[in-house]
């Protein structure tokens, strides 16, 4: 009777120390992982929770910064200018009209399924599905009602550590096989709240930060989708986006070229002042994608669409260069097939001629 109480005991105590989907884990807000970056001149310039030397940031005005030393103890960073990236002249047609209203497709998903807002949630983590999915939920019903058919994808890839990308990446290629005009995966920031909380015509407002990964072989095409957004939304919402953070990591961003990752708010901000981004961010890439045309000589855009047919819209211009990607990578492996064929062959050929060479008699030696 003893060994089974304490069989018992060693049971329950087991059962208490498996995470239930439901358990709520993290702390109260009181972070210490996030980072201040400095500009060489002591400016304050961005905060982020994860810094890299050799990230680089954009801001609004597109300066380019990027990160040369990074000071763990001390959880500051030092960045310097770059350059500044060609910003595309944004025009706006007087009498736009949609040029796309049918067959438009989105899909998201969640990364980091735990993230959630202290202020609202209770905890800025929650283990299993955290208060971001109900932003993923908001940002979705927004899509739907502007016309777009939206997927999006729950399935959890807990825990949040360095694996998530890992996992995440087998439910975005899923939902690449549905061939969706674009794919968002959804977090939220683990900086201060200030960072993130403007004030517009006397009303607070939580910005998004836009996420692009340099570590894979579309980054320059990703950015430049993020470059493009940023540019339409400052003539919709200037306070909507707050940079665009072009990090060392890949995001599962080499599985397509309009797929981005979006920071809504940081930890600290109110779920429902991120609810109240969620429309305008919608709105943006609505618009963006299908009513905003590409000049294809300058790269400049025009909301609402000009006159010229040549000229596609952002989203069919994407899709042109992910086409044309498409026939070089099929172009090249046909050359290294065909390159290995003849150097197999030429390698048979070789063999058999050195087989059927006639070897030289030895003459006898007296």
């Known amino acids: 009777m003893k060994k089974l109480t304490i069989f018992m005991l060693i049971l329950i ?15 109260d807000g009181n972070k210490d992982e996030m980072f201040v970056v400095y500009t060489s001149d002591g400016e304050k310039l961005f905060e982020r929770s994860d810094v890299k030397v050799n990230d680089n940031y954009i801001t609004k005005n597109f300066e380019m910064y990027e990160v040369v030393s990074v000071d763990e103890n001390t959880k500051t960073a030092k960045a310097e200018f770059v350059k500044t990236l060609k910003k595309p002249n944004v025009s706006v047609n007087p009498n736009p009209s949609q040029i796309s209203l049918t067959d438009k497709k989105i899909c998201l998903y969640l990364t980091h399924n735990d993230e ?30 502007l016309g777009i058919n939206t997927t999006l994808n ?11 990308y890992s996992r995440s990446e087998v439910t975005a290629k899923e939902l690449l ?12 920031d683990g ?10 015509d006397g009303k607070e407002r939580c910005k998004v ?21 940023m540019s339409v939304a400052e003539n919709m919402y200037p306070w909507l986006f707050a940079d665009i953070y072009y990090a060392s990591g890949h995001y599962n961003q080499a599985l397509y070229n309009k797929m981005l990752l979006f920071e809504m708010g940081t930890y600290l901000v109110e779920k429902e002042m991120v609810f ?39 989203n069919d211009h994407f899709n042109n260069l992910q086409n044309k990607t498409n026939k070089r990578t099929v172009i090249s492996l ?9 150097v197999a062959v030429a390698s048979v050929l070789l063999v058999v001629k050195t087989k059927d060479k006639p070897k030289k008699s030895k003459s006898n030696k007296k």
């Open 177 to 188: 096989k549905t061939n969706p005009d674009a794919l968002f995966d959804i977090h939220r």
């Open 276 to 314: 109240d981004s969620v429309h305008p961010l919608a709105e943006v890439i609505n618009t963006a994608l299908y009513n905003t045309t590409v000049d294809s000589g300058t790269g400049d855009i025009t909301i609402g669409g000009n006159d010229d047919p040549e000229d596609p819209t952002i």
């Open 116 to 145: 959630s807002y202290v202020p609202t949630d209770g905890y800025d983590s929650i283990y299993g599905a955290g208060g971001i999915h109900d932003v993923a939920k908001a940002l979705k019903n927004s899509f739907e009602l």
């Open 209 to 229: 930060r836009i996420v692009v990964g340099q570590a894979n072989p579309n980054k320059e095409q990703n950015l430049e989708f993020a470059l493009y957004l």
């Open 13 to 27: 105590c087991l059962c208490l120390a498996v995470p239930n989907i439901n358990t709520v884990y993290a702390t």
């Open 154 to 164: 729950e399935t959890l890839h807990i825990p949040h550590n360095s694996s998530a």
């Open 334 to 342: 046909i050359i290294i097939g065909v390159s290995v064929v003849v």
């Open 191 to 200: 900086v201060s709240r200030q960072y993130y909380v403007t004030e517009v």
